[in-house]
């Protein structure tokens, strides 16, 4: 493998010169259909390499599996000469780490995937989670166990792959590493250094990414950062996204007597902690979504004219998407999807003050609980968001704390909340017009031979501040696998024709990626 | 057990000849010391027929336990010489009805008990709930099992009795039949006919109560309808409670999307139904308890000059109450619970919307759930008020279903509510100066020889409102336990100085009660 890498960079030198006039690099279209002929002549192997990848089991709080993930992804790497090395800080699972030199190249893409996964509650898949299984079809389409393709054998793009972590996120690896053996074969040099760094924690909120970070600060350089992770557009058409929101968790307890109290005797006299919830909630936000908390939306950005460039980019699957969730109208009447990502979001999640329907006793509650997210924008900092809400919470009368109160705490103040922040990072978005942004777009577009969709700006929250506020890179997000994949849950599976897909398109970033 | 009964109604022929002259009848004050002297000779006794009684599982929905308690009510009723029958329904569980005539006597008082109890979750009993257990003092005190006194001996009052029912309902059975004792051993006659309804379904909701009160019209004709259930006040005061709010269970159920989806990628788009649930009840009674449903207040009559009257004889305890329920302040800025109570309440009882705390996940929820009970005051009327309450739900946008929804409904209707009634009864009340009123509230006050607590209407809910639709009797709640009773739940209790309280007091309803 080292020899035939040594072959490849002496290919790659010469291709350089090449690379400065465009016209006569590595035609995205022939390198297209390229990597998609050797593909086909090697579905069995690229699945077997994933599924014995995912069937080890690699739940983030079980350091002995993590580190057995890393060693085996060590092997994988080296097995196609990346120099690999594995990246710790006290306490923490390995990240791996691997680089892949060009000679000559002056560019340096960093590929970053996480190979931890969710926790499993294997009662609800219908086959365990680390025992990788290919179906005909999707499960919701009645695919039925198939065997793993032979040598030359190939499958339907329509089958699945169940496991935990098939889509999020092993397969991305597996799909670098088998471009890089497709362009390996076919004598295709990298345009560029590549540098991998591959997450054990990302799954349990990155709890040590930063100090990571800081530490290998100069080893972690690079142009820019593709964060192969997430999925591509519902329409299953390739996207590449620019941002993402960021996010707070946000606890609130209120408090009723220091027990339940007949709701006959008691009503109208004891506070209903239910009752100062629902108040204190509706003076939040609207039914809408609108944010009526003082100050929150200043920090905002309006949405500009590159901005509704790019959602003309996106395909109009507001209709599909209400008819797929049931749903008569969306929010603020049927405000386009990609505009209501643009701000941020308070999000009540959870409920929970005494029982209801077979559950309901005609009690006045001593508690009240909301469980909340708020989903940050560019521009919104965590810290002052926190000041605003609390600033509003206390507006509202109510006496702020942070553990449980006593009863003499109780005793003393009539509106009392505990407030309980979590999680919390701001959203982080590359400019639309950054020379990175253009070239990855341009690349994916090029490479895949269809427009790709960019997004500015994903709804969901990715921790990728560490990587902009300690890297300063730019940060891009290159997803490949369905959107329908189960994430987090039973039954995750990855749709293999977003495998093939996902090969291509990183092939094209490492072999014809032009800035 | 006959021919003394004979005997005791022969001597009450002669003394109604005195009661015409009230000045000489059977002065209240030397009743109660008869009496008290009297159930000193007998603590044991009474005790022991009480724990006899509570020993029987008296679940309403089990229909053998509660038909060997109603036989056994029978044998306890008949040796008291009391005529009795088993008063059935098809499909109802039998009523105990007594009837103990005073040749001469022109009043009829009736005696409501209920023999059912609410059910046990058994694990949370400190002792078995149907093994009575008499302890020194309150559990919250450190009593101690005491065995029950000998014949002769005598127990503290502060002693108390564990045993589901012990308060609600049967001590006020034994209560009566004691004084029935005392009055036959002591030479003492009834002044009015006595009646006796004991129900053995209160607990379940008495779904064949109606019915029976039709069926049973003429037998069931008194005077005055006495309903020995509930509590004495907090301060351990005798009451007279002439009224009961009314009450209706809520269940409101409201839609987001058909499963959970994720908060970052559509927050701000599917609608959060946990969201809708706040500001729709929040647009239901402000924080603290004011009803803002348009017209709800209408029929709520305004408390008079003889309310306030009544409420200068309860004790203030409000303070008191704030501190044992460890709250800074009440509703309404510390306005007096007793005012309070003369208004309607809507309690939000329960909410359900997605997992808090460790059970947060940032999720947009499918259905959010508020359990609500409404308790209503004389002159509001069930339908009406459901009336009101739909109408407002409309008014938010909402379009009302009874059933659960199909996919397809949830699809039409962008606002759409499950609305369940259940349990819908109005408020009962008998004026303060009706003359039966009047009658019970002055012999209380003379046999007890303090004055008695004057309550216009209790905060609670009884379905009295089937006696005074049918009967059209006048109808007063004469409680005799302790409030710290546990009623309904673990460890339900009755103080013994309440048991030796409520002999005396049903022994003066029988001997010395005029009109």
Do not use: C
């Not at 109290?261 to 004891?270: E, K, P, V």
């Amino acid at each position: 493998m080292a020899s035939l890498l040594r072959l490849r960079t002496a290919t790659l030198t010469g291709l350089l010169v090449l690379l400065t006039t465009p016209l006569l690099s590595q035609a995205p279209p022939a390198l297209r259909d390229r990597i998609s002929a050797w593909r086909q002549q090697h579905e069995g192997a690229i699945l077997r390499e994933l599924a014995e990848l995912l069937s080890l089991p690699n739940v983030a709080s079980d350091s002995v599996a993590i580190r057995a993930n890393a060693v085996h992804l060590l092997g994988m790497l080296e097995r196609r000469s990346i120099v690999t090395r594995l990246l710790e800080t006290p306490g923490s699972p390995p990240a791996v780490y691997g680089e892949l030199r060009t000679p000559g190249a002056t560019r340096t893409v960093m590929f970053y995937a996480h190979y931890d996964g969710q926790p499993v509650d294997s009662s609800r898949w219908t086959t365990p989670p680390w025992r990788p299984v290919l179906r005909s079809r999707a499960l919701f389409e009645g695919g039925v166990e198939i065997p793993l393709p032979g040598p030359g054998e190939r499958i339907d793009p329509e089958a699945r792959l169940y496991a935990r972590s098939a889509s999020d996120d092993k397969s991305p690896i597996v799909a670098l590493l088998a471009a890089l053996d497709a362009m390996r074969d076919l004598g295709i040099s990298p345009s560029v250094n590549l540098k991998v760094f591959l997450e054990g924690e990302e799954e349990a909120g990155s709890p040590h990414l930063r100090a990571m970070l800081e530490r290998r600060r100069e080893l972690l350089a690079a142009d820019v950062w593709l964060f192969a992770d997430g999925p591509v557009h519902q329409s299953r058409r390739p996207q590449v996204v620019y941002g993402v929101r960021g996010v707070i968790g946000l606890g609130l307890t209120v408090y009723g007597p220091n027990r339940p109290l007949h709701s006959g005797h008691y009503g109208n006299f004891a506070p209903n902690p239910n009752a100062r919830l629902v108040h204190l909630l509706s003076s939040m936000r609207d039914a809408e979504g609108h944010i009526t908390i003082a100050g929150f939306l200043d920090d905002v950005p309006p949405i500009t004219a590159a901005d509704r460039r790019a959602f003309a980019s996106i395909p109009d699957i507001d209709g599909t998407l209400r008819a797929e969730f049931g749903l008569a109208r969306s929010e603020a009447n049927n405000a386009p999807l990609a505009e209501r990502l643009m701000l941020p979001a308070l999000n009540i999640d959870g409920l929970e003050g005494g029982g209801v329907g077979a559950g309901h006793a005609n009690v006045i509650q001593p508690v009240s609980h909301a469980a909340i997210d708020i989903r940050l924008v560019p521009g919104q900092q965590v810290a002052r968001v926190r000041e605003l809400v609390e600033r509003h919470i206390r507006g509202q009368g109510y006496t702020i704390v942070t553990e449980e109160p006593d009863s003499a705490m109780r005793a003393q103040h009539d509106r009392l909340i505990r407030v309980t922040w979590s999680g919390g990072y701001p959203a982080t978005r590359t400019p639309l017009d950054h020379p990175m942004a253009r070239a990855v777009a341009s690349t994916a577009t090029a490479t895949l031979g269809t427009p790709v969709i960019e997004v500015p700006l994903l709804g969901g929250s990715l921790p990728l501040f560490h990587f902009e506020e300690v890297l300063g890179a730019p940060l891009i997000v290159l997803p490949m696998v369905n959107h329908d994949n189960n994430q987090h849950g039973a039954d995750e599976n990855l749709r293999i024709a977003n495998l093939w897909e996902g090969i291509v398109l990183y092939a094209g970033m490492l072999g014809s990626f032009e800035v």
